[in-house]
């Protein structure tokens, strides 16, 4: 790590792209496993996959392979662009996402004074991707799904940028560096044993953005937009093969990346109470500890879905216009107030 | 675009690579702009403008404003877009050509462009002949969040209004009864 | 300020990372898999029987009411973030100010809300 000013600006930027090539493939295999394929199984009483490797550990790897077999199918109608182009739109909203996320004092991708703000622009992008999909598709349940989803990813997104907003007035920057050191160095009405999670004094952020990022990452109760039983996948409907698989890969991978947002925002991104914040320790341990707050906090998400039955239509749009986008407005007001009274 | 022209030559460094990626980028802006006045498929105009949009947003970037450059996208890429394609969606998005986009609309249509085209340039050119316009920091959100709350602050405040204003707009003509 | 734009230039490398990574999936694909496109296997799926009419159906106008007042609140979030950042230096002003803002958008959400176009029905 003594040596990282030193390299060149390609060398460091190939190494952060194996970095951010294995935070998104490898956490959204991870979190494939540990969740979709175990834990879900272990809340359903069965074992879920044990054949391939240990534990059924490489059944992800089986399953891809499976996929790269599968035989391509274009539609007759659909709009061969649109179609084709819909999956890199989806996949490259999450790489810029993970641009953000910093492991460590050393180990970030890019250190960026707009920092959430921006992740939360291109987070947005994805958006594009997935009303191209349903159009692009020629197919109804497919322009149905893409509608709604979209609907749905633009109602909450407000009550994800507005949730963000307290913890911005709190560690008084956009940076996620800045956001993480101000709660390593922070203290709790004079209490600095733990620091200041943003966990404790922004509790209400956090409820309204995990909510938010749920309904964001289409994970049931608001999975509406791919339910199976009445869209048949939704915007998906359409796809086969690996391009299925990019939209799939592209779920978890985001789900990952979002939940490692969270970390940083509320949690404490790569540090860890009881050690100093600018020692070099965190450059090693710091994205283990990211990993775990990440399948910490992904294990809330999956846990949601797969206990709540799906929302209607309209629930969905009342919970986030009239409940979730006010109280993060009061939250919002009731921080400014605090922060500047104390 | 005279001012952006004029950041890229004064006699700060000019950096070679910014007036390379500002060729690139202005040369996709342009093919994309002319894609979308050209196709006759009404959502492939669209997802053009995402591409015209973005190279905006990249120019904003080599000129040191990140805070508009991001602001191009979260606002215009991921929400004015958004409601151009349901507008599209929702009343005529179907599959292949639309032959009402083209006919002699065109030529009546790229009159009016030249016509703009050519005030809007008199008027840059006469209000920024000479100017140069020195950028060897980048802004920052700090120096930007100051002078919207200090010397802006009256149309700031002006914004919230207009934006209520077209808040009720939309929903007073939505609405049928 | 190279120092500013290389920083970006990261970014722009890793959204083309994100697209090359789905082209090489798709490439390795093409090699492995076969190719064998019939009539009925190209038609528009709807649950296994044949397509009836025209693939696009009407979807409700409601979702473009929803996508403007999202327009509308991103507006307002676009300026509520710079503000956060300095709220220290502002203080009670800046509260005051913003306080303004936030109200006076409530009153159009609130008129939203009373008008009942936030009821899906």
């Known amino acids: 790590m003594m040596t990282l000013g030193e390299l060149a600006y390609w060398e460091l930027t190939s190494l952060r792209v194996a970095g951010g090539l294995a935070a998104v493939l490898l956490v959204a295999g991870t979190l494939v496993y540990i969740h979709l394929f175990k834990l879900v199984s272990f809340m359903q009483s069965r074992l879920g996959p044990m054949e391939a490797g240990p534990y059924g550990s490489l059944q992800l790897l089986a399953e891809v392979g499976k996929f790269l077999q599968k035989e391509d199918i274009f539609p007759r109608k659909a709009d061969r662009f649109v179609f084709a182009a819909a999956p890199f739109v989806v996949l490259m909203s999450t790489f810029l996402l993970v641009v953000v996320v910093p492991g460590g004092p050393d180990a970030w991708f890019v250190d960026n004074d707009l920092g959430i703000y921006l992740a939360m622009a291109v987070s947005s992008v994805s958006v594009i991707g997935v009303l191209m999909a349903g159009w692009g598709s020629a197919n109804k349940y497919s322009l149905m799904g893409g509608l709604r989803a979209t609907g749905q990813l633009i109602a909450y997104e407000l009550p994800l940028m507005l949730a963000v907003v307290g913890v911005v007035i709190e560690a008084g920057t956009m940076n996620m560096q800045g956001i993480v050191l101000a709660q390593a160095n922070g203290s709790i009405f004079g209490w600095s044993g733990l620091g200041n999670p943003f966990l404790l004094t922004q509790f209400v952020g956090f409820f309204v953005f995990m909510i938010a990022m749920q309904a964001e990452l289409t994970q049931s109760p608001f999975d509406m937009p791919i339910a199976e039983s009445e869209l048949v996948t939704g915007y998906m409907t359409e796809y086969s093969g690996m391009r299925f698989l990019m939209f799939f890969i592209g779920e978890f991978a985001t789900a990952g990346v979002f939940s490692a947002v969270a970390a940083v925002l509320f949690l404490g991104g790569w540090y860890v109470p009881g050690l100093d914040a600018t020692s070099n320790v965190f450059n090693v341990i710091g994205p283990l500890v990211m990993l775990g707050k990440v399948v910490f906090l992904s294990f809330l998400v999956f846990w949601f879905r797969f206990t709540f039955p799906r929302f209607r239509e309209d629930q969905l749009q009342r919970l986030a216009w009239k409940f979730l986008i006010p109280i993060a407005l009061v939250n919002i007001v009731a921080t400014g107030i605090l922060k500047v009274a104390f | 675009m005279s001012a952006v022209f004029a950041a890229v030559s004064t006699d700060a460094p000019i950096f070679v690579a910014q007036n390379v990626f500002f060729a690139v980028v202005a040369l996709l802006m342009v093919g994309s702009a002319l894609k979308v006045v050209t196709t006759s498929n009404v959502v492939h105009a669209a997802l053009w403008l995402v591409l015209v949009l973005a190279g905006a947003a990249a120019q904003f970037i080599l000129l040191g404003s990140e805070f508009v450059a991001v602001t191009q996208v979260l606002v215009y890429i991921g929400a004015v877009v958004v409601l151009f394609l349901f507008g599209v969606m929702l009343t005529r998005a179907s599959m292949g050509d639309d032959e009402s986009v083209a006919g002699e609309k065109r030529s009546m249509a790229a009159v009016v462009a030249g016509l703009l085209l050519a005030v809007m340039s008199v008027a840059l050119i006469d209000s920024f002949s000479d100017d140069r316009v020195v950028i060897d920091q980048p802004q920052l959100v700090t120096t930007v969040a100051d002078s919207i709350f200090s010397q802006y602050i009256v149309p700031f405040e002006a914004i919230s209004v207009l934006l209520l204003a077209a808040l009720i707009g939309a929903i007073v003509v939505a609405r049928r009864d | ?121």
């Not at chain 3, 009419?53 to 007042?69: E, K, V």
Request: proline share 4%.
């Open chain 3, 1 to 121: 300020m190279s120092e500013f734009l290389r920083s970006y230039l990261t970014v722009a490398i890793f959204g083309l990372v994100g697209l090359a990574l789905v082209g090489a999936f798709l490439g390795l694909g093409r090699i492995l898999r076969p190719d064998h496109p019939t009539p009925q296997k190209l038609e528009s799926y709807e649950s296994g029987v044949d397509p009836t009419g025209d693939t696009w159906s009407q979807a409700n106008i409601r979702y473009y009411i929803f996508a403007l007042l999202f327009v509308i609140f991103d507006v307002e979030a676009v300026f509520i973030f710079p503000w956060a950042i300095r709220l220290d230096a502002y203080g009670a002003f800046g509260l005051i100010e913003m306080g303004i803002f936030i109200f006076i958008l409530l009153l159009g959400l609130i008129y939203a809300w009373r008008k009942g176009v936030l009821r899906w029905a």
